[in-house]
C-alpha cells in the first residue's frame, strides 16, 4: 500500500478481555516496529520484527503481550487479558532496512480500557 | 543503550517568527542517525528532518534545519518562519547504525504556533 495502514483506528474494550491490533505496512519493508504512546508521554518500544523474525521483543511490558508477523508483512499484536494501564496509543512503523533510514509510521491505534 | 532527552514540554512562538526545540542524546556509539519527528493532533508521526552523525553539516529541508553539536551530543531544531500548521508535538529520535535498531524517542516537545 501507499502507507503503513494500522486497524482499527480505536478500540474500546472491557478489562479482562483479548484485544488484536493490526499493522500493514509498506510493501516490500522488510522491519517493522511497534510502538506504545501513553498520554503526555513519549514513544516506548515494543517489539521489532526483520522480516517474520523478532530479533528483540524485549520492550513487551509482560507475558500477556505477544505479536506476530507472517508472510513478512502483516504483523499482529495482542494483548490478552486487557488492563486499564493498557490504555494508551499503539502506533506501527516500518522501514526498508535496519538503522538510519526513515521509518513511516501508521496513524495508530488508541486502546481504552474500561 | 540510547537515552534521547527533551528538556521542553511545552513552547509557543507567534507566527512567522523563529523558535528552537532543544534534544540532548547519549550513545556509546559511533556511527548513528538523529530525526526530528512531528506528530500533528492527527497522532500520524511525520519525519521532519534526519542528520548522520558522521556529516558535519547541518541538515536543512526548507524552514526545518539543525544545530547539531556532536561533541555535545546536542540536536535542536530550528523552525523559520513558524506557521499555523506548525503547531504539533515534535519527537526528537536516535538509531543506531549498527546493530541496535531501536528508535529511541524523546518526550517530546508540544509547539503552538499562535496567530
Known amino acids: 500500500g501507499a502507507g503503513v495502514s494500522q486497524s482499527p483506528s480505536n478500540k474500546v474494550t472491557e478489562k479482562g478481555k483479548d484485544v488484536e491490533l493490526r499493522c500493514d505496512p509498506i510493501?516490500?519493508?522488510?522491519?517493522l516496529y511497534w510502538y506504545r504512546q501513553s498520554l503526555g508521554q513519549g514513544l516506548e518500544f515494543l517489539i521489532y520484527?526483520?522480516?517474520?523474525?523478532?530479533?528483540?521483543k524485549s520492550g513487551l511490558p509482560s507475558d500477556r503481550f505477544s505479536a506476530e508477523r507472517t508472510g513478512g508483512s502483516v504483523s499482529t499484536l495482542t494483548i490478552q487479558r486487557t488492563q486499564q494501564e493498557d490504555s494508551a496509543v499503539y502506533l506501527c512503523a516500518s522501514s526498508s532496512r535496519r538503522g538510519g533510514t526513515e521509518a513511516f509510521f501508521g496513524q495508530g491505534t488508541r486502546l481504552t480500557v474500561v | 543503550a540510547q537515552t534521547v532527552t527533551q528538556s521542553q514540554p511545552e513552547m509557543s512562538v507567534q507566527e512567522a517568527e523563529t523558535v528552537t526545540l532543544s534534544c540532548t542524546y547519549d550513545t556509546s556509539e559511533n556511527n548513528y542517525y538523529l530525526f526530528w519527528y512531528k506528530q500533528p493532533p492527527s497522532r500520524q508521526m511525520i519525519l521532519v528532518i534526519r542528520?548522520?552523525?558522521?556529516?558535519?553539516q547541518n541538515a536543512t529541508e526548507n524552514r526545518f534545519s539543525v544545530n547539531f553539536q556532536k561533541a555535545a551530543k546536542s540536536f535542536s531544531l530550528k523552525i523559520s518562519d513558524s506557521q499555523l500548521g506548525d503547531t504539533a508535538m515534535y519527537f526528537c529520535?536516535?538509531?543506531?547504525?549498527?546493530?541496535?535498531?531501536?528508535?529511541?524517542f524523546g518526550k517530546g516537545t508540544l509547539l503552538t504556533v499562535n496567530p
Open positions: 542528520q548522520e552523525a558522521y556529516k558535519q
Open positions: 510493501s516490500g519493508h522488510t522491519a
Open positions: 529520535a536516535s538509531v543506531s547504525g549498527g546493530s541496535n535498531y531501536k528508535l529511541t
Open positions: 520484527f526483520q522480516g517474520n523474525s523478532a530479533p528483540d
